[in-house]
T-cell receptor, first 113, second 113 residues
């Protein structure tokens, strides 16, 4: 099983719909992140959580919300999807010790029509 | 503002040749620098992690260098293979706060037979 699992892998949704992307991890890491990647561009941070009770906005949080249901689960919601939220979304984890890198999930390809 | 700039944006080489990718950063205070490989449509996978005191780190045919004085890093790929075709991302973290990592936009490498 993958260390960081994202569901769904692909999703097509209509403008205005609410959608949730889910992420679960078996790494035992405290920290979890949601990133967005657009074609030809780098990853941009949407939200991050250093533990269950600590959630922080990233650089592009508008239009998104998150929930850290447990140490192992971190979900991303689009309350009312719009076409420019079409992108590849990645969940990542890292341990509390900052000198270690991220473990990324395989991504969710979201298309808003 | 913390920034990470990678060059070139894209690169095409023949199988078996060597290549070097560059990463310049202005992140402060520096904590660590990581190189990731991202295959198309997949999540990034860590190649190397270097802290301030490390100048060189290897992972098979991948060798990363770090010059903390000039704030430059390079990733050298030896004897390239078709499977090396991917995007290579440089990520620099400030302090011990992984939530403050800054991602470069990546270099897209294409290895042709």
């Amino acid at each position: 099983d993958a260390d960081v699992t994202q569901t769904p892998r692909n999703r097509i949704t209509k403008t205005g719909k609410r959608i949730m992307l889910e992420c679960s991890q078996t790494k035992g890491h405290d920290r979890m992140y949601w990133y967005r990647q657009d074609p030809g561009l780098g990853l941009r941070l949407i939200y991050y959580s250093f533990d269950v009770k600590d959630i922080n906005k990233g650089e592009i949080s508008d239009g998104y919300s998150v929930s850290r249901q447990a140490q192992a689960k971190f979900s991303l919601s689009l309350e009312s999807a719009i076409p420019n939220q079409t992108a590849l979304y990645f969940c990542a984890t890292s341990p509390r010790q900052g000198s270690y890198g991220y473990t990324f999930g395989s991504g969710t390809r979201l298309t808003v029509v | 503002k913390n920034q990470v700039e990678q060059s070139p944006q894209s690169l095409i080489i023949l199988e078996g040749k060597n290549c070097t990718l560059q990463c310049n950063y202005t992140v402060s205070p520096f904590s660590n620098l990581r190189w990731y490989k991202q295959d198309t449509g997949r999540g990034p996978v860590s190649l190397t992690i270097m802290t301030f005191s490390e100048n060189t780190k290897s992972n098979g045919r991948y060798t990363a260098t770090l010059d903390a004085d000039t704030k430059q890093s390079s990733l050298h790929i030896t004897a390239s293979q078709l499977s090396d075709s991917a995007s290579y991302i440089c990520v620099v973290s400030a302090g011990t706060n992984a939530g403050k990592s800054t991602f470069g936009d990546g270099t897209t490498l294409t290895v042709k037979p």
